[in-house]
Every structure is written in C-alpha cells, then in structure tokens.
C-alpha cells in the first residue's frame, strides 16, 4: 500500500480576485483539476485550511468553503487529528492519450513464447552482488558513448571464449541500448532515407520497425531450412540483416556455403550485412560454425544482446564493427546524445569479474537441453512436426494454414497457456504457419504441464483439419 503523501508544494493553481469567479469556487476548482490532470493523487494529504489560505492569500473562510464543497462532492475526508485528505482521483488524462490500453497478450497464460530468458538459471546470490558491486561505483559526471571500459572488456574477453571472435584486432567494441536500438543506430549512421534494408521472413520484427523508424525501406528476404537465401537478395539492397547462428524464428543454422555466398554478395554490391547473434551461445549438439564477423569484419556488423542470455532487465547488448563503421555510430550518438546506459553495463562488468557470467552460461548449456528435449519429446509422441536447430530456447511447429495456427493459439489459451504464432513474424503477407514454441521463460515446475497443454491444442487442431 501506498503511504499518505503529504503536498507540501505549491499547489498548481492560483486564484484571480477579479476574475468575478467567487474566490472560493475557484480554490475548489483548482483541486479538481490537480486531482484529474494527477498532480494530486488518491491519498494525498492536503494542507490545512490555514496553511492554503496563506499561500493562496486568501481568508481562510474562503478556504474552509471550498473545502466543504469538495467534502459534499465526494473529493476530500477529514480525519480527526490527521488531516484532510483526497479520497481518490480519476487516472490523469495524459495517460489516456495514446487511446485504449493494450491487453496483455500473456495475462494469466503461462508463457511458451520465444525470446524470452531462462530467469530461473540466474543465481540469486551472484545477481544481487554484481548489482551490490556496481552500487558501490561513484556517479559518473560524463558517461563514456563508447560503453563502459570494463564492459566492453568484458563483452571481447565473452566473445572470444564463446563465440570465437577476435575482438579488438581491426575492429571496434560498443556498448548498445540492445539489438533493436543497434540495428536503429547503424541505419542513421550509415544510410540514407529510402535505403533498401532487407530482413529475413519471417524474421525479427522489432529490428523491421527500428529501420523503418528510422526512415529506411524494410523487405522481406525468404528463407529455407537452411537460413536466408542469399539469391533472393535484392541487388539494391544496402544493409542485409540475418540470423544465421540460429535463424529467428525457424530455427536454421545457415551452412559455410551460404555464408561465403552473403559474404560475397555484400563485397559485389557495397551492402553492409548485420550479423544477429542473438543466443549464439546457446548450441548444444556440436560447435557453432565461425560467426560471420569473424570471416569478413570489412562488411559484417557483428550485434549481441544481454536479454536473451540474462534478462532484458539490463536493456543492453553489443556492436562490433569495422572501426569506421563504429566511429559513425559515435558521430550519431555525439549528434544525438544518445547511447546506452551504465547501470546494465556496470552490472555485466560485475559478473564477469567474479567468473559469474561464465558459470551462468555453463548452467544454460546444462539446463536447456534437458528442457528442449521435454518439448520436442512431448510434440512428437502426438505425432507432431518439430524443427528447428539443437540449439536456443525455442523450436518451431509447422502446421498446414493460417486458419490451423489461429486455432491452436486459441485451443492453447482456452487451456492457460500462451503460444506465439508466427503470423507476427511475418514482414510481407503470412506465408509460412506453425508455432514458435519457446521453452525458456518457464520455471522448470511448471514446463511439463504447459508442454502438455500446447501439445494437446496442437494436435487436437491438426487432427480436426484433417
């Protein structure tokens, strides 16, 4: 419960003697008004009588009247020996601006959506030391566009023990506000309104809606059972952006042959291509190939996030880049004062110096398997379709129409459960259907029994169709 607030500020109000507006009327009007636009609030304990009277200058009989007008309206309640208090007051209209709240798509469903973490595998107790740690750190007066010094070590010494890649030879470490933030400062930076970007599809929407924020034409680059298709790219396209440890949300690992041929795309036509290394970490059956960055750092942009191996709590990842590619980001950010905030970044820094990150990632390697094993164990003993690479926290679900992916969200949430259907991974018009099945957000208790669930919905759906 919230505490009684006292306003001991002045009140946003004042009274006009001649405005031929009787004084007291407009004192209660005034509270109205800071009641319905919020700057009072239900609780809030209001001065006394004699106190707003000397702010005011006004006699303290006109206060008292007004005061007695909003008793018989409902607005205020005197206590006896406490004071006089606000009642409650409508939520302020500037919070109904934006029109009519959302609904939240997972209220009360338990979440079997993709891209979310596995909070359960974060150790409480290194959690609140790394966040103790960099408590202890002093305010900083300036804050370096760059990232923190320490993160951005941190982030090189993560990268080349997990992913394989040299940073700091012949390229550069930012620190980002995360991968759609990135994928919004690479466009301003380095492109033109106008500018052709092409995006997986399906594929990662949120980095879609940052290129077109930011003024640039998204279209959809197909995809197989092996990632993107190079020769579908758009010859005019000038930043192409993928996923190929891991295509969002199908779940390919693109081969050495398609990586050579994006490679030589991007050299043949000047397009810059933005490598997605959104939970590269995470593979499981056999060493990931060599990150795209690492093959030609002349024109790949190399992107990685916090919120899938972490949480979103820290609203930070990274961007390696060619130095003159990192030097326009720094440009934009200077221009624009923008750039990600320390707080995360500190708390990375954290636990990576007392070896936390390490061990937290050593118990996703161990936990995820097991978990993605219940799922895909449990799919196809009712003889469902499972795809996707042993790697992540998700695995897709293919079904036959739209009509059969519509049907098996609603199947699934008339029995508690959320699933995410690919229709909102589509940049174009749906062409592929199925479920992206996350298995990450849950805890472990309660994975089997949502599983179970989403496998009865599923089936039951395709059973009916055909």
Not at 35 to 53: C, F, K, N, Q, V
Not at 164 to 178: D, F, I, P, Q
Request: charged content about 25%.
């Amino acid at each position: 419960m919230r505490a009684n607030r006292l306003v001991d500020d002045d009140l946003p109000f004042i009274v006009e003697r001649d405005s031929g507006v009787p004084l007291a009327v407009q004192v209660a009007d005034g509270l109205r008004r800071a009641a319905t636009t919020g700057a009072l609030r239900g609780g809030d304990r209001l001065p006394s009588s004699r106190e707003l009277a000397n702010r005011l200058g006004v006699s303290r009989t006109v206060v008292t009247a007004a005061y007695d007008q909003l008793h018989a309206e409902g607005w205020l309640d005197g206590r006896h020996g406490s004071g006089t208090y606000l009642t409650a007051a409508p939520a302020p209209v500037g919070a109904q601006t934006g029109g009519p709240e959302r609904p939240d798509p997972l209220a009360g469903l338990l979440d079997l959506g993709a891209g979310a973490p596995s909070i359960e595998a974060i150790d409480p107790a290194a959690w609140r030391r790394a966040w103790r740690a960099a408590s202890d750190r002093m305010p900083l007066i300036r804050k370096d566009r760059r990232g923190e010094t320490d993160y951005r070590e941190a982030v090189a010494e993560h990268l080349l023990r997990h992913r394989g890649l040299g940073a700091g030879s012949g390229t550069t470490v930012l620190a980002t506000a995360g991968t759609s933030a990135a994928a919004g400062e690479l466009a301003a930076a380095l492109l033109r309104p106008g500018d052709v970007v092409a995006i997986e599809d399906p594929g990662y929407q949120r980095a879609a809606g940052a290129f077109r924020a930011a003024g640039m034409r998204p279209v959809p680059a197909p995809v197989d059972a092996e990632g993107l298709r190079v020769e579908r790219l758009p010859e005019d396209a000038r930043l192409v952006y993928c996923t190929p440890a891991h295509q969002f949300p199908l779940g390919a690992r693109m081969p050495a042959a398609r990586r050579v041929e994006l490679i030589e795309f991007a050299r043949r036509t000047g397009a810059l291509v933005v490598e997605d290394d959104y939970d590269g970490e995470l593979r499981y059956d056999t060493a990931p190939l060599p990150l795209l960055a690492t093959l030609a750092p002349d024109v790949v942009v190399h992107l990685g996030t916090t919120s899938k191996i972490l949480t979103p709590t820290l609203g930070i990842g990274w961007l390696v880049a060619d130095p003159a590619i990192a030097a326009a980001v720094l440009a934009h950010r200077e221009l624009t004062g923008t750039g990600p905030a320390p707080a995360g970044q500190q708390v990375v820094a954290e636990l990576a110096r007392h070896g936390d990150l390490a061990r937290h990632l050593r118990r996703l390697r161990r936990d995820m398997p097991a978990r993605r094993a219940l799922v895909v164990d449990e799919l196809r003993g009712r003889g469902l379709d499972v795809r996707g690479d042993d790697a992540g926290s998700h695995v897709f679900v293919p079904l036959a129409t739209p009509e059969q992916e519509d049907r098996a969200v609603a199947a699934a949430r008339e029995r508690g459960v959320y699933l995410d259907a690919l229709a909102r991974h589509h940049l174009g018009a749906r062409h592929t259907f199925g479920i992206v099945l996350g298995y990450a957000a849950l805890p472990a208790a309660e994975l089997p029994g949502a599983v179970r669930s989403a496998g009865a919905a599923l089936a039951r759906v395709v059973e009916w169709s055909a």
